[in-house]
């Protein structure tokens, strides 16, 4: 059966989120660390951990090149004290948070490299970092005792990245669709639930959606920008980030990636194929998309949306999930 989660952007309202969020029965919240937008992930986790009660919550995903494996290892330690068994923690190559500061997503060996590190310290183990050797040195009760057990997950989307999630961590966070072969698959989704007889390009859907739409205009300018005039209405977008400075064009782009369109250029995102490209129906379309991603190998869903109406999002995606 599959469980039911809701991703939740860091920032001034995200707490009073998740206490709707564990009200109407989702198992978890997850938190994307996506600092140039909004609050510290770390915070935030903790400021849920302390107002909640039974929901499940965690970072999805981490981006290692921002903290030392020493501090996320302590991160980790002190949110599974606060909460003991409520913590889950997945970890990315960082698309989002990296082309916002102008670079590229991290390799995958650096993946490696950070999960594994951050692993050994929980455990209890003496890690070699930067030449160095480290331990967790926390004296008996200022730290949960070694091992620190908590679920660590990663997003991929490639073959590599996937082969390398299955090695490494107890399961995979997937963008879109699901993956066979792993224990824990969850599903990570954007969109909107519409309601009967309304269209995608109503003032309330086209609002909520073009954030989330035009995450593929904002990955495919990273990636190869002339690729942009192949979306829709693309050439007229390509055109207004082009009329920004170049050497700033990056940070133009990504303001206020996957929560608004402040940035000047995503106004003109078409948000027609929005059935097609993201996680959107009436209740009954997305009940049937669900039976489809669990029939796929998917064991878990992370409802998300833009940071339009979140409140009627969450009640919306709650009755599409039939919780309580």
């Known amino acids: 059966m599959l469980t039911y989660d809701f991703r939740l952007p860091p920032g001034p309202h995200t707490v ?88 590229k997503p991290l390799t995958l060996a650096a993946m490696r490299t950070h999960i594994v590190q951050v692993k050994a310290l929980l455990r ?10 480290a331990q967790i040195l926390a004296s008996e009760g200022w730290l949960p005792d070694r091992p620190i057990d908590v679920p660590i997950y990663m997003a991929g989307q490639g073959p590599r990245a996937r082969a390398l999630a299955k090695e490494i961590t107890d399961g995979l966070i997937s963008l879109g669709g699901p993956a066979e072969g792993f224990e824990t698959c969850l599903v990570s989704t954007n969109g ?13 859907a086209s609002a909520a959606l073009k954030p989330l739409i035009a995450l593929a205009y904002h990955h495919r300018y990273t990636t190869d920008p002339e ?22 064009r990056h940070l133009s782009v990504h303001r206020g990636h996957n929560l608004d369109i402040s940035n000047g250029h995503d106004a003109l995102v078409d948000v027609s194929a929005a059935k097609q490209t993201t996680f959107t129906g009436t209740r009954d379309e997305l009940r049937e998309r669900l039976a489809q991603l669990e029939a796929g190998g998917a064991t878990g869903i992370i409802f998300g949306t833009s940071g339009y109406d979140v409140e009627r999002e969450l009640r919306a995606y709650a009755q599409v999930a039939a919780l309580r």
């Open 124 to 133: 209890g183990d003496v890690a070699e970092i930067d030449g160095g050797l």
């Open 227 to 248: 690729s942009v005039k192949a979306l829709p209405n693309g050439e007229a977008w390509l055109a207004s980030v082009e009329r920004a400075d170049v050497k700033f």
């Open 16 to 103: 009073e989120y998740a206490l709707l969020a564990e009200e109407l029965g989702f198992r978890a919240v997850w938190c994307p660390e996506v600092p140039a937008f909004g609050h510290d992930i770390w915070v935030t986790l903790a400021r849920i951990a302390e107002q909640t009660k039974r929901l499940k919550f965690g970072p999805a995903v981490l981006i290692p090149s921002y903290r030392h494996p020493m501090a996320q290892a302590s991160a980790i330690a002190t949110l599974e004290q606060i909460a003991p068994g409520r913590l889950m923690v997945g970890f990315g190559t960082g698309f989002t948070g990296r082309a916002g500061m102008g670079q």
């Open 192 to 204: 909107t639930v519409l309601d009967d007889g309304e269209d995608v390009t109503s003032p309330r």
